[in-house]
């Protein structure tokens, strides 16, 4: 073996002194050593935990918007925005078993899907944040600054104008959930008041720099807790037929139905930047296999799993359903405890939400003049003022929401991968990124490379065959759904 090696090193220092002017593909600067028998560190391989591959060099990590993460907090953050406003409208759907059990198993698992697809093109494209991913995909290359520009600035608009949505929608419904627990019947200025003293009690959380601020953990695990307690209670109501009133709920849009809603309370903006504060906290990097607590597809499937235990039992409840026209009995603690932990509930989920809102376009000048947070001030007063909107507006606003939460959720991460992988020119895996042919002319090694470099995308495609299946299936369903909500929209509006 080490004669083998002596000579080895022979020939490649004679090449190197009878050849000073060396190939971009040339074997002593390019070629690298791909084991046919072992590639699952291939940053295209499909099938691997994340682990295998989180503490490659290629990954830009000073993308990410969010500074390092614990496991535990990115499994809260992942968690969080499934026990929220669609898991705790369910009971009100009257949904039957036969449609509901299904719906909530079928859209568990594509939400964690859907968080796969997004993770996989993450890594293909070394991106940190989904409008960089974004950016990889549809304007990748020299010459498309102005394309690249705009579609970034779409790209902000789309996910802070979801994050600023949806966080009018919990204040909006926080305050008027607590309305039956009023002597008085609810006019303007009451809901103008509560609307008011509830933004003030959100805005100070929301106003903190990233999701590693103790006070945005805190409040996202208070959100977590009172919607256990909030559950228990529902639970207490059930076994003991106590009738839940639903006059708190405000009247949501035609598109707020048993099924829809269900697939709502499994949407959640996007989790890339939660994969890149995980990996940053996998200090020192090192080429050990990290524990299963660091996988960041663990982590993902583990809280589906979990937001799936805690939504089942509303989904059997919402089969059999007491909701009475009215209640004259004395109100048991639990029928008072389920709205207030309700509006508790929604209102501790604003701060996660407002931190990652993109920041308003200041011009600079304004900006540097005072340390006063101009963006998060101005978008505090922009979420409390759409909360004010009549009726009608908010059944349009809360339609529009649910929509773009879908789309967002399911069909977008769908859509890259099907233009990522098939309408552009795939990755290289071995053979180097070149701007033009090599100075002198082709060699007996490129062809080698080139070979190599064939037989790894065919493999890569291989492995992909079952992801591909399940994106188009879920492109053509959610495209037949979306067309039959639209019939549905076109009979009734």
Known sequence: M??????????????????PRLSPLDSSSALILVHDDDDNHSPFNFDTDDEEDDHASHFDLRRASNPPLSPTHVLLYLMAPYLKLGAMYIPHTETPLKYGLPSLFVFAGLSAFARQLLYMLSRYTRAAELEDVILEICARGRGKEQRRSMLRSVVRAGTGGLRVLLSTVYLRESVHIVFPLLPNSPSFALRLFLTVIFALAAVPLSFAQSLASKRVVYATWFSIVTYIAWLGCIVYAYIHRIPLANAGWLRTGVFWQGIVTIAF????????????????????ITTAKPPKIRSFKFLSVLSVAVALILILPLVIFSANPHVPATFSAPRPPALTGIPILNAATLLLGIPALAVGIPPLPIPDRIRHATTIPISKILLSILITAVALVPPEVHTVLSDILLVSALLGTYFLPALLHVIAHFFRRPRAIVVPQVNGPPADGPRPTDELLLRKERALQRRQFRRRIVWDIGVWILLLGGGAGFVAAVGRVAGKW
Do not use: K
């Open 2 to 19: 080490q004669a083998y090696l002596d000579e080895l090193s022979e020939l490649l220092g004679s090449s190197a002194n009878s050849s």
């Open 265 to 284: 309370a499994f949407t959640s903006s996007s989790t890339l930047s939660l994969y890149s504060s995980l990996r940053g906290s996998q200090q020192p």
